[in-house]
């Protein structure tokens, strides 16, 4: 995979629209190219734009929505409504453009964001979903988010927490850097998928312990009980059902005997309902046949009303036009009085328009006049408003024209005469002079600054000669400390030669002993024995508490031989920050210099302000433009005066005019609103006349409707005649009282109802005992002689209760024969769950024993076990292509660890294979050892894939000038071997010297930030 291109719009502080080829142009020709800046100008902004466009992630924040954006105020350039970020990349001889982008809606709020993938150079989209995009970019790629950061965004800061970490930590920083959580996920998994298998098989042994299975023989038992139950069951039932054909034809009789009481008690009352209502039946006949006419008799009755309400509207209409034309006369009149003019009916509607249009012309221009009235008003404010003058506060507020002309005058009386003064010119001087100050205020600061640091570079020179003595003395006390230690070990060797052989003469003690004097020694045959009586064993004594002191001392010796090269090393260390501090203060003093003497050729005339003195210098100008400003806003302030003066000049002049007419039209009409008025009468009047109008005409009608109505009246009388006669009626409208009142009508309807009703039940009982009678025949035909006996001989509630006992013992045989048929349903219900059970422990307790002994070998509560394994096995591989990589940087140090041991150890070659824990190297040794580790890690996560670009982020800041060369050239080396573009992501100064080709990111005093590229 490797990177051609990369685009992106208002991302984080680089506002705007960037782009950075790296197929083409000085980057893709250098191959070994920096990314610099200040701390804070947007350096990773470059990276981000990379994880963005590819995968919708940012190493420092994760996955990227609206709301991430929205919650921490990232990603968007602040006060920017859209944003974007593009990568061209190939893979596999492919070229594809990833896009990423979001915006704001009309109010302001974050659209979700949306992504594509393009097909270059054809341009055509896979047209996948973007949260589709990150996974085909991976599947493109061969590598995840979590890969891609390993491989080709290197950041030094994690692996330098992972050289300075205990055990436990280290094995946690590995995992996320190496991204091999998936152990610790299965160690624990499998003791957590052991625990529940056994719980599940304790669970399950105990729920079978719990269910109850009856014995054989107590099943036998019960099955033999139940066939017992059933014959006593059969007899009863027999029994039952001959009783109750007993008592079903005793009841038969019974119910014969009530039904012809019923039918004989129904009839009387039918005939005797009959009787009472003969009357009520025949007004029920009239008002049926009346029923017939009843639409001509409520038609001829409202007739009749319509008459009498017709001749009403008449009389009230004359009375109503009457009214109405004195109404007409009295607008005449008021209009008349109004316009001030004869007035008539037909000339009513001109007169009134006429005057109208007088008075709304008067409004017009009176309107027009208090218009540019306020206007002016408005204007003279605004000025005043804006104006820097004191007057101008009277001014602006409402007094009177005239008033305000007199104020200006008196003003312009008192200005200073400016006549002769031109205001160019003035201006031109105060801004030479603005011009002059600010020249020389740059130049005491430069002056000033350079000053400060030629100062800090003697003081700093002086604290880098107190480091080289102290330097000096460490190593003179070095070099005393490691002759103390040599005189101390050859001291120490001679006495433990002198202890030995007093040990060997020791071990003789217990033949000396046995020597006698005048006798041969048997070893030497000396007859003089002068050690006989030697006191060799105190002398050992003496010389062992002497090396134990000799050793004491030789221990502090070194401790303070490790000291005294710990303090060289700081003093080093302090003497390399200060000697760079001098360095860079020398630059910004050259530069401050260079800037004064640049100052001084431009501008020669300030070297004779030095000698008169900046302060004096400085008070004489500021005097001087304080006269030109005063001189300038006395031209500015008469020039305001003539302005406003004109300006209220004219507000007089129509402030005049604006009474004159109002004067003129408070004459012809004293009203506010002339069209209301008029308006009102025009209402007035048409609405009088047009009701004058429709009165007429609504008389006329009603006079026709009268007639046709009196000839309805006639023809409705004939149709009535027939029914009049056969009633023996005096009117046809008396007709009406053959028709029966509602509650009449109504009671005497459920008179009817009810004979209905009795004559309808006599039939149904009827009906009903003919069917009884039938079966009475026919179960007195299927009983036997004896059966009809015993019904005459037995009462029918002594039947009752004989039935009763029989279901009573039959309801008790069932009950319990129920119970122990439910029994032995339950139990083999039991049984069966019972059997299912056993073959699912036997299953468990199988499948189990494969994750006993997985849970043995890998698993713990929390993972551990396998974890550590796995990151041994991960270090190793780790640590053997750390050590390759770093071989090439230093030949010094080799990288291993002990898997019982916390800290990470080196094996420093230059002091014959001396181990130390990894804590103790310096910040430019911890560089080179983190750099290797992050380069193995790379090609480790990359091994299936070609990798054609590289970045590495920080880091370099901590290395001498020794140790960045070789970094660097290590670096050199690795893109030249690999063909890889490799980008160096740091603010360290030295860099730019050493990498001709650079990404600068430069910000700005808004705090945003712009790119440039550039090759020294």
């Known amino acids: 995979?490797?990177?051609?291109?990369?685009?992106?719009?208002?991302?984080?502080?680089?506002?705007?629209?960037?782009?950075?080829?790296?197929?083409?142009?000085?980057?893709?020709?250098?191959?070994?190219?920096?990314?610099?800046?200040?701390?804070?100008?947007?350096?990773?902004?470059?990276?981000?734009?990379?994880?963005?466009?590819?995968?919708?992630?940012?190493?420092?924040?994760?996955?990227?929505?609206?709301?991430?954006?929205?919650?921490?105020?990232?990603?968007?350039?602040?006060?920017?409504?859209?944003?974007?970020?593009?990568?061209?990349?190939?893979?596999?001889?492919?070229?594809?453009?990833?896009?990423?982008?979001?915006?704001?809606?009309?109010?302001?709020?974050?659209?979700?964001?949306?992504?594509?993938?393009?097909?270059?150079?054809?341009?055509?989209?896979?047209?996948?979903?973007?949260?589709?995009?990150?996974?085909?970019?991976?599947?493109?790629?061969?590598?995840?988010?979590?890969?891609?950061?390993?491989?080709?965004?290197?950041?030094?800061?994690?692996?330098?927490?992972?050289?300075?970490?205990?055990?436990?930590?280290?094995?946690?920083?590995?995992?996320?850097?190496?991204?091999?959580?998936?152990?610790?996920?299965?160690?624990?998994?499998?003791?957590?998928?052991?625990?529940?298998?056994?719980?599940?098989?304790?669970?399950l042994r105990s729920r079978m312990d719990m269910i109850p299975v009856m014995e054989e023989e107590k099943v036998l038992e019960k099955e033999k009980a139940i066939e017992e139950f059933k014959?006593?069951?059969?007899?009863?039932?027999?029994?039952?059902?001959?009783?109750?054909?007993?008592?079903?034809?005793?009841?038969?009789?019974?119910?014969?005997?009530?039904?012809?009481?019923?039918?004989?008690?129904?009839?009387?009352?039918?005939?005797?309902?009959?009787?009472?209502?003969?009357?009520?039946?025949?007004?029920?006949?009239?008002?049926?046949?009346?029923?017939?006419?009843?639409?001509?008799?409520?038609?001829?009755?409202?007739?009749?009303?319509?008459?009498?309400?017709?001749?009403?509207?008449?009389?009230?209409?004359?009375?109503?036009?009457?009214?109405t034309?004195?109404?007409?006369?009295?607008?005449?009149?008021?209009?008349?009085?109004?316009?001030?003019?004869?007035?008539?009916?037909?000339?009513?509607?001109?007169?009134?328009?006429?005057?109208?249009?007088?008075?709304?012309?008067?409004?017009?221009?009176?309107?027009?006049?208090?218009a540019q009235g306020q206007q002016l008003r408005h204007r003279i404010h605004t000025s005043c408003s804006e104006a820097p003058f004191s007057i101008a506060r009277k001014l602006s507020a409402k007094i009177p024209a005239q008033e305000a002309i007199q104020i200006i005058d008196d003003r312009i009386k008192l200005l200073p005469n400016t006549q002769g003064l031109r205001q160019t010119d003035i201006q031109q001087a105060w801004t030479e002079k603005q011009e002059k100050k600010s020249i020389v205020s740059d130049y005491i600061r430069i002056y000033e600054r350079s000053e400060n640091f030629r100062n800090q570079i003697k003081e700093e020179r002086l604290k880098s000669e107190q480091v080289v003595k102290q330097i000096t003395a460490s190593k003179d006390q070095w070099n005393l400390l490691k002759e103390e230690e040599g005189r101390l070990q050859s001291t120490i060797l001679e006495k433990q030669e002198i202890l030995e052989k007093a040990k060997n003469e020791a071990s003789l003690e217990q033949y000396r002993s046995l020597l006698k004097d005048g006798e041969?020694?048997?070893?030497?045959?000396?007859?003089?024995?002068?050690?006989?009586?030697?006191?060799?064993?105190?002398?050992?004594?003496?010389?062992?508490?002497?090396?134990?002191?000799?050793?004491?001392?030789?221990?502090?010796?070194?401790?303070?031989?490790?000291?005294?090269?710990?303090?060289?090393?700081?003093?080093?260390?302090?003497?390399?920050?200060?000697?760079?501090?001098?360095?860079?203060?020398?630059?910004?003093?050259?530069?401050?210099?260079?800037?004064?003497?640049?100052?001084?050729?431009?501008?020669?005339?300030?070297?004779?302000?030095?000698?008169?003195?900046?302060?004096?210098?400085?008070?004489?100008?500021?005097?001087?433009?304080?006269?030109?400003?005063?001189?300038?806003?006395?031209?500015?302030?008469?020039?305001?005066?003539?302005?406003?003066?004109e300006e209220f000049i004219s507000l007089s002049e129509v402030t005049r005019n604006y009474q004159l007419k109002e004067e003129a039209r408070l004459?012809?009409?004293?009203?506010?609103?002339?069209?209301?008025?008029?308006?009102?009468?025009?209402?007035?009047?048409?609405?009088?006349?047009?009701?004058?109008?429709?009165l007429i005409k609504n008389q006329q009608e009603n006079e026709v409707e009268k007639q046709q109505l009196k000839t309805k009246i006639e023809e409705l009388r004939r149709q009535l005649k027939p029914l009049q006669n056969n009633y023996q009626l005096t009117t046809p409208e008396s007709c009406r009282q053959l028709l029966l009142p509602i509650e009449q009508f109504n009671r005497i309807s459920k008179t009817i109802e009810n004979i209905q009703h009795i004559e309808t039940e006599i039939k149904t009982l009827t009906e009903e005992n003919d069917k009884l009678r039938q079966e009475l025949e026919k179960l007195a035909n299927a009983s036997s002689s004896n059966s009809l006996k015993e019904i005459d001989q037995l009462d029918s509630n002594v039947l009752r209760i004989q039935k009763e006992n029989h279901q009573g013992s039959l309801s008790t045989l069932q009950n319990e024969q129920g119970a122990i048929q439910n029994q032995l349903d339950t139990n083999q219900k039991e049984r069966l769950r019972k059997q299912s059970m056993q073959k699912e422990f036997d299953q468990l307790e199988q499948e189990n024993k494969s994750w006993i002994l997985l849970n043995q070998l890998i698993g713990d509560a929390k993972g551990k076990k396998f974890s550590n394994y796995a990151q041994d096995l991960t270090l190793i591989h780790l640590l053997i292509g750390a050590n390759a990589r770093l071989e090439s940087l230093t030949d010094r140090y080799f990288l291993s660890f002990r898997p019982d041991e916390d800290d990470l150890i080196v094996i420093d070659k230059y002091q014959g294979d001396t181990e130390r824990a990894v804590r103790t190297l310096s910040g430019g040794e911890s560089f080179l050892i983190s750099l290797a580790l992050a380069l193995s890690l790379s090609d480790f996560a990359s091994q299936k894939v070609r990798l054609e670009s590289l970045f590495i982020d920080e880091g370099f800041g901590t290395l001498d000038h020794e140790t960045l060369d070789v970094a660097m050239s290590t670096l050199e080396k690795l893109q030249h071997d690999s063909g890889k573009r490799i980008g160096i992501i740091s603010h360290v100064a030295s860099l730019k010297e050493r990498i001709h080709t650079q990404i600068k990111v430069q910000k700005n005093a808004q705090g945003y930030s712009k790119l440039e590229i550039v090759q020294a």
């Not at 109010?107 to 996974?135: C, F, Q, T, W």
């Not at 891609?148 to 436990?168: R, Y």
Request: aromatic content about 8%.
């Open 667 to 694: 004459q012809r009409f004293k009203g506010s609103d002339v069209t209301e008025q008029t308006n009102l009468l025009q209402n007035q009047f048409t609405r009088a006349h047009e009701t004058i109008e429709q």
């Open 520 to 645: 041969p020694c048997p070893l030497c045959g000396s007859l003089d024995h002068p050690y006989a009586e030697h006191k060799k064993l105190a002398e050992i004594g003496l010389l062992s508490l002497e090396i134990d002191a000799l050793q004491n001392t030789l221990k502090k010796n070194q401790s303070a031989l490790t000291q005294a090269q710990t303090n060289q090393l700081q003093f080093e260390s302090s003497l390399h920050i200060i000697q760079t501090q001098i360095e860079k203060d020398t630059q910004e003093w050259k530069e401050h210099e260079a800037q004064r003497i640049l100052k001084t050729k431009q501008h020669p005339w300030i070297l004779n302000i030095a000698d008169e003195g900046w302060s004096a210098w400085i008070h004489q100008q500021e005097e001087e433009s304080k006269k030109l400003k005063q001189q300038l806003e006395s031209i500015e302030e008469n020039r305001f005066l003539h302005q406003q003066r």
């Open 325 to 370: 034309k004195e109404q007409k006369s009295a607008q005449i009149e008021a209009l008349q009085n109004l316009v001030q003019s004869e007035v008539s009916a037909s000339n009513f509607y001109r007169k009134m328009h006429d005057f109208e249009k007088e008075i709304i012309e008067f409004d017009t221009q009176l309107h027009q006049l208090k």
């Open 1 to 203: 995979m490797r990177l051609e291109k990369i685009r992106f719009y208002n991302i984080n502080s680089l506002k705007g629209e960037h782009s950075i080829s790296f197929d083409e142009g000085v980057i893709a020709d250098a191959g070994l190219f920096a990314i610099t800046g200040p701390t804070g100008s947007g350096k990773s902004t470059i990276l981000d734009v990379i994880t963005l466009a590819l995968f919708n992630y940012v190493p420092r924040l994760g996955k990227i929505s609206k709301t991430t954006i929205e919650k921490m105020g990232s990603v968007v350039t602040h006060f920017t409504d859209e944003a974007w970020a593009e990568v061209e990349y190939t893979s596999q001889n492919n070229r594809y453009l990833s896009k990423w982008s979001i915006s704001k809606n009309r109010n302001g709020n974050y659209r979700d964001y949306d992504m594509d993938l393009v097909h270059l150079p054809e341009g055509k989209s896979e047209g996948l979903k973007k949260s589709d995009i990150p996974a085909r970019n991976t599947e493109i790629i061969g590598l995840s988010y979590d890969q891609f950061l390993k491989s080709i965004l290197l950041s030094q800061g994690e692996f330098s927490k992972f050289l300075k970490a205990n055990k436990d930590e280290r094995s946690r920083l590995l995992e996320e850097i190496t991204g091999t959580h998936i152990y610790r996920s299965i160690g624990k998994s499998a003791f957590e998928k052991t625990k529940d298998k056994k719980m599940a098989i304790d669970s």
């Open 231 to 323: 014959h006593t069951i059969d007899r009863h039932e027999q029994e039952i059902t001959r009783i109750e054909s007993l008592l079903q034809f005793a009841n038969l009789q019974s119910q014969i005997a009530q039904r012809e009481s019923l039918i004989k008690e129904k009839s009387d009352s039918w005939n005797n309902l009959k009787e009472q209502s003969k009357a009520d039946l025949q007004k029920m006949s009239a008002h049926q046949e009346a029923k017939r006419f009843e639409n001509y008799i409520q038609e001829l009755e409202s007739s009749h009303l319509l008459e009498r309400r017709l001749d009403k509207e008449i009389q009230q209409s004359m009375l109503d036009l009457k009214t």
